[in-house]
């Protein structure tokens, strides 16, 4: 059997019009080409798909069955044609993106609003992943780009700074440590600690930051993330260190956020396959992102009246 483009071309437009007429219009071709296309679309399948009637032609029960795998096709055909003229025009139909758990919740929500606001017409799907998936993602091909806290060099992919960064200490408001510009392990030497999951590569890079300045963690909750664990700094249950977007999420709900010294980066990165570049789009998303993670990090020390304000001393 040997079924031709145009001939089901001819078959969904007569069937969707119910003229051959009409259908001829449609295509740009003449009444009785596209009567010859259904003949011989007929003869090939061995079937009669219209019939017929005073008002013009009636489809079979055979046609409308064959309809339904018709339309689906050329539905198909229809979304590849789309997505043609919008690569010819540079203009992706979705920005597909992975990211690690902190800024897929803290950082992009925002970031894909101001986006949308500048690129109406293109679509946005968010993977939030850890960062190893999110290189896995984006060396696969199966996104345009992630942002993770990832190395510097990986396989497979190119991998930009996106935001240079450092941890914060978080305190519940009224802690004594609020009124410090800035919080060292000194300053937090016995203060019950709250951490992500031993499993989880900040947990080390702090525990061994502390440790190296001499002081032994009193850890008294561990939690898969830093959310939880800044929500529960919001309940006095202790003060932590955690990644500045996370933090900066929970500035207005009962946490302060404090510089820690001796700093400890949080890198940001870009991460994109290495054999494409960012789309115009991307970049424009890259860039709203940049924009974005300047308002990230510590807050200032209020003055000593706004302090005492603040813990609810008498100004």
């Not at 190119?158 to 009224?174: A, Q, S």
């Not at 939690?223 to 929500?231: E, F, H």
């Not at 300047?294 to 807050?299: E, I």
């Amino acid at each position: 059997m040997r079924l031709t483009h145009r001939q089901l071309e001819a078959f969904r437009f007569v069937f969707q019009t119910g003229r051959v007429t009409a259908a001829a219009e449609l295509i740009g071709v003449t009444q009785p080409a596209v009567s010859r296309l259904i003949r011989d679309l007929e003869g090939e399948i061995a079937m009669t798909l219209f019939e017929r009637t005073g008002a013009g032609l009636r489809a079979t029960p055979e046609a409308v069955a064959l309809y339904r795998e018709v339309e689906r096709s050329f539905l198909g055909l229809d979304r590849v044609a789309r997505s043609v003229a919008d690569i010819r025009q540079r203009r992706p139909g979705v920005l597909r993106l992975a990211a690690s758990i902190a800024p897929a919740l803290h950082a992009l929500p925002k970031v894909m609003a101001a986006f949308h606001r500048d690129w109406p017409g293109v679509g946005l799907s968010l993977h939030a992943l850890p960062s190893a998936e999110v290189l896995d993602r984006a060396g696969s091909n199966q996104v345009d780009f992630g942002i993770a806290d990832a190395p510097s060099e990986a396989p497979g992919v190119t991998i930009e700074l996106v935001g240079n960064l450092e941890f914060v200490c978080v305190l519940p408001i009224e802690h004594r440590l609020t009124a410090k510009h800035s919080v060292t392990p000194q300053d937090i030497a016995g203060e019950p600690l709250l951490m992500v999951s031993s499993d989880r590569p900040q947990h080390n890079t702090i525990v061994n930051a502390l440790k190296t300045s001499g002081i032994t963690p009193k850890i008294v909750i561990e939690a898969s993330s830093n959310s939880p664990i800044c929500a529960l700094v919001a309940e006095g249950v202790g003060v932590s260190i955690v990644d500045p977007i996370t933090a900066s999420a929970y500035r207005d709900h009962g946490v302060a956020l404090r510089k820690f010294l001796p700093e400890i980066p949080y890198a940001l990165k870009l991460i994109y396959p290495a054999n494409r570049s960012l789309s115009e789009q991307g970049q424009s998303f890259v860039h709203l992102l940049r924009c974005h993670l300047t308002s990230v990090g510590p807050d200032s020390v209020p003055s000593s009246r706004e302090w005492a304000t603040e813990v609810g001393s008498p100004p």
